[in-house]
């Protein structure tokens, strides 16, 4: 699916109260943490590696005050890996009643742009993602960008549940 035309919404610049909400001390990234749009506002917050991303303790309450605050859905938060995925990642979005989410394609299409505007992708690439590890429903998301911005996003989905719904008029 093609994504909104993305945009970088803001950089945040004092991030020790999102790196705090994560439960992360004296963390201090070279990578900015910033409001990336392609369809909805998410903060993209790296961290140093993969074990510090799936031992985080998010503190659900300061998560929904801060994207709150800056007008987002989600803190977004991913590292990289040496396992073939282009980022591990992990979404919380408690200020819409989602504590976590196993797959975000736009929140990793905008990571892809994200990842692009900081000198981390060529102007064409493709991405994989993985999500949900910490769930224990691990979920590839694939992206692919283009010169002129342009993101797509897409994966494969498997069936948890089946239901009927019924219509009362």
Same mark, same amino acid.
């Given at each position: 699916m093609q994504m909104v035309k993305p945009r970088i919404v803001a950089t945040i610049e004092d991030t020790e109260e999102i790196y705090r909400a994560l439960g992360v001390k004296n963390y201090r990234t070279t990578m900015p943490v910033q409001i990336v749009y392609t369809g909805l506002p998410d903060l993209m917050i790296p961290l140093p590696d993969v074990t510090t991303l799936q031992s985080l303790q998010p503190d659900m309450e300061a998560i929904a005050e801060i994207t709150k605050k800056y007008d987002a859905v989600s803190f977004?938060?991913?590292?990289?890996?040496? %396992?073939?995925?282009?980022?591990h990642v992990r979404d919380f979005a408690p200020?819409? %009643?989602?504590?976590e989410e196993s797959a975000t394609g736009t929140a990793n299409a905008s990571l892809t742009y994200y990842l692009q505007q900081n000198g981390h992708l060529a102007s064409d690439a493709e991405c994989t993602f993985i999500q949900g590890e910490a769930m224990e429903r691990p979920s590839i998301i694939a992206t692919r960008i283009q010169s002129d911005g342009n993101v797509f996003v897409g994966g494969t989905a498997a069936i948890v549940a089946e239901g009927n719904f019924s219509y009362l008029c």
């Open positions: 977004h938060v991913f590292a990289f890996g040496n %396992d073939g995925y282009t980022a200020l819409y %009643d989602i504590p």
